[in-house]
């Protein structure tokens, strides 16, 4: 066997006449496999090529065991696809199988072998059960307001949002809110604006999830926009002493006399808390 000049290139001659039968090359990996996550039960492909002369036959290995693949194994929801790579019908998590591990591909012939980069097999999961979901809530405003939410577990770490009357409220964007925890979100100086229903949900690369809606309401304190005044009259006349007042829900008034109990036969609460 005579070298023909260049790196893993062998020319074969016969030993009578010089004749050259055929050339060889090394096998070489023109593409590597790379890390990826995937969605449990999704498909994937774990790329993998390969030349040389004569052409490399690829085989797969996880964490150090030789890949079995369909159909040599009628079970195996993995297939060795023409070009090398090895494509998954659909990935598997359970406590009987995981497709989960390092892959790597060799490449071999007669002259040869060579072996991929390592690729990790990451399979995306979302638990079913958030730890901690939110509740109705009151509160006045101007106060602090407690919304707690903490995700279900899950691969990759799942990320949070929440929404308020179905649109997506930044957090980021707001002075007035910052999450807390895993998940919870504090509202400072609430206002009546942000009364509405909200959810959290929390979602990954295997999908999303969302707490049933609760209710913020937020309350104004009472407040006299206008009191009684002092009031002068005669005897035997009818009088009406005002009150205004604000504050969400309704406030309850309730007329009182500085000195003594007022006559209960003789005095009437109107609909807008005037005394008369």
């Not at 060795?80 to 359970?94: A, K």
């Not at 930044?170 to 009364?195: K, L």
């Not at 999303?208 to 009472?222: A, F, G, N, R, Y």
Request: with cysteine; net charge negative; proline share 8%.
């Amino acid at each position: 066997m005579a070298d023909s000049g260049s790196a893993g290139q062998f020319c074969l001659e016969a030993e009578g006449g010089g004749q050259r039968l055929g050339s060889y090359r090394s096998p070489r990996i023109t593409e590597h496999p790379t890390d990826m996550t995937v969605p449990r039960n999704e498909p994937a492909t774990l790329n993998c090529k390969a030349e040389g002369k004569p052409a490399p036959t690829i085989r797969w290995f996880k964490d150090g065991q030789l890949v079995r693949t369909s159909p040599s194994d009628p079970k195996s929801q993995r297939v060795l696809l023409p070009t090398g790579s090895l494509f998954f019908l659909r990935v598997v998590h359970s406590k009987k199988e995981d497709d989960a591990g390092v892959y790597w591909c060799e490449a071999s012939s007669d002259v040869g072998t060579v072996i991929s980069n390592n690729a990790t097999l990451e399979i995306a999961v979302l638990r079913d059960d958030f730890r901690a979901t939110p509740a109705d809530t009151v509160v006045a405003a101007g106060e602090v307001a407690l919304l707690e939410c903490m995700p279900p577990r899950g691969h990759p770490e799942p990320l949070v949002r929440w929404r308020k009357n179905g649109q997506v409220v930044n957090i980021q964007a707001s002075h007035r809110h910052e999450f807390v925890d895993e998940g919870s979100v504090v509202i400072r100086d609430v206002e009546q604006s942000d009364a509405g229903q909200y959810t959290c949900e929390a979602w990954n690369l295997a999908g999303s999830k969302t707490t049933p809606p609760i209710q913020l309401s937020v309350h104004i304190k009472p407040a006299f926009i206008r009191g009684p005044r002092d009031t002068v009259t005669l005897t035997e006349r009818t009088v009406e002493l005002e009150c205004e007042v604000s504050g969400d829900p309704p406030p309850l008034v309730t007329w009182r006399r500085l000195r003594g109990d007022l006559p209960e036969h003789r005095t009437t609460v109107l609909e807008d808390h005037t005394l008369r």
